[in-house]
């Protein structure tokens, strides 16, 4: 909403573009979950990530293969090498970058 008026109608393409502004103003966002499914970004065959509390466990993964997760911000938040598991601090959204595959995953 944007200063109590319901404005979803007029999203255009997930975006909305406000009035001018010349004072104080309110903007409410809500984002809903639409799904707490890992999703692979990439074609992996082998590589598997599976979550489990604040533990996301990799396999398939060659030794040498760099698994970086990053925050929404696109901060680096863990780099290990390998297969294993990783424990995160916080519950959320993450990319997770294990080679040349990516993973999405909800903490």
Sequence with gaps: SFNGVD?????DQGIYTTP??????????????LSDD????SNSTTVKVN???NTVSVSGAK???????????????KAVR????ITLDESGLYIIKIG???FKVRM
């Design 38 to 41: 890992i999703k692979s970004i």
């Design 63 to 77: 030794d040498s293969d760099a698994i970086n997760v990053f925050n929404t911000n696109g901060m680096l938040v």
């Design 51 to 53: 979550v489990s509390g």
């Design 20 to 33: 001018t502004i010349t004072g104080n103003s309110e903007l409410s966002v809500v984002f809903h979950l």
């Design 82 to 85: 390998g297969n294993g598991q």
């Design 100 to 102: 040349e595959d990516t």
């Design 7 to 11: 404005v979803t109608s007029q999203l």
